[in-house]
């Protein structure tokens, strides 16, 4: 009944921008943290930025200066601004959100988007 869907993901040459975005939808009372994951092939998936319900922000230091996270509560969307890119930031981008609903809170995953930074 909870949906993530991500969005924005693309190629681009280095030292360009992208924005993502991932919206919640389905039925729940709130949203509480939301979160940016990255996975490049052959490696661990990592937290690249976190925000929560007070716009409290906290970034990985491979990306910090470079990404910014930031939240609309009214569209129930998180949105990650990347820019000077890098070849190393290629993965696949993962949004996740500690959902409230009914007696309990859940974290849900989105299903990914591509990003590939190359010239």
């Known amino acids: 009944q909870v949906q993530l869907v991500e969005s924005g993901g693309g190629l681009v040459q280095p030292g360009g921008s992208l924005r993502l975005s991932c919206a919640a939808s389905?039925?729940?009372?709130?949203?509480?943290?939301m979160r940016w994951y990255r996975q490049a092939p052959g490696k661990e998936r990592e937290l690249v930025a976190a925000i929560t319900s007070g716009a409290s922000t906290n970034y990985a230091d491979s990306v910090k200066g470079r990404f910014t996270i930031s939240r609309d509560n009214a569209k129930n969307t998180v949105y990650l601004q990347m820019n000077s890119l890098k070849p190393e930031d290629t993965a696949v981008y993962y949004c996740n959100a500690d959902i409230v609903r009914p007696g309990i809170s859940l974290r849900y995953w989105g299903q990914g988007t591509q990003v590939t930074v190359s010239s």
């Open positions: 389905g039925s729940f009372f709130d949203i509480n943290a």
